[in-house]
């Protein structure tokens, strides 16, 4: 009886507030879902994770010793993926940020090749950057990888030292240079010895993530993977 109460109560909110897709619009009855089915299956996964050699660890070949990398998507212009990251970076949908971090987690964990794995560390924004949208959303899905993988999360050990031009529409070597020491540890101590996962939401050129990771090494002794939610093609 309760459980059948507790599906009207369900039925009648629905009825007058509605919850969408956040790819098509499409009404979906599970609130706790952000995608219909169909949009879920248009997402381009990359299967990258389990699979060592992958094209994103090429990226960082004679650039940054990394140990592992990945991404979950393939990102092209255009796409679902692309109009669900602009929702996540400039529309105040902080929910994806949560949606792709546990689909992230997921996949990290069944991959078995980031079992070593002892901090999460999302690549930061410039803080006015931050202040002006509120949040950061790689900050987001490193919450949302934390909440389905039994890892910490350590939010602040990185800032940057200095404003940067957006990278969006600049060539690999004008966004090397543009990154070039951009970003300084916060605590350094708190780093060594571990194996750390520096999480972003797109991996384009490496760029960034590059220098991140440059400066984390500086800690000593410390162990760089990378993941990202997508992945440019």
Known sequence: MIALLKSIAADFGHLFFPHNCEGCGTDILEHSNLLCGKCLLQLPGTNFFPLQGNPVEKIFYGRLPVI??????YFTKHSLLQHLLVQLK???????GYFFGRMMGRMLEASGRFETIDLLIPVPLNR???YRRGYNQAQLICEGIAAVWNKPLLAHALSRTRFTDTQT?????SRWQNMENVFALNDPASLQNK?????DDVITTGATLE???????KAGNVRVSIGAV???I
Not at 169 to 173: A, D, I, M, T, V
């Open 128 to 130: 006015k950057k931050e």
């Open 211 to 217: 220098a991140c990771g440059a400066a984390l090494l």
């Open 230 to 232: 997508a992945y440019t």
């Open 68 to 73: 592992q990398a990945g991404a979950a998507y």
């Open 195 to 199: 194996h750390v996962l520096l999480i």
């Open 90 to 96: 400039y529309k105040q949908q902080r929910e994806l």
């Open 169 to 173: 529409h600049q060539n690999r070597l």
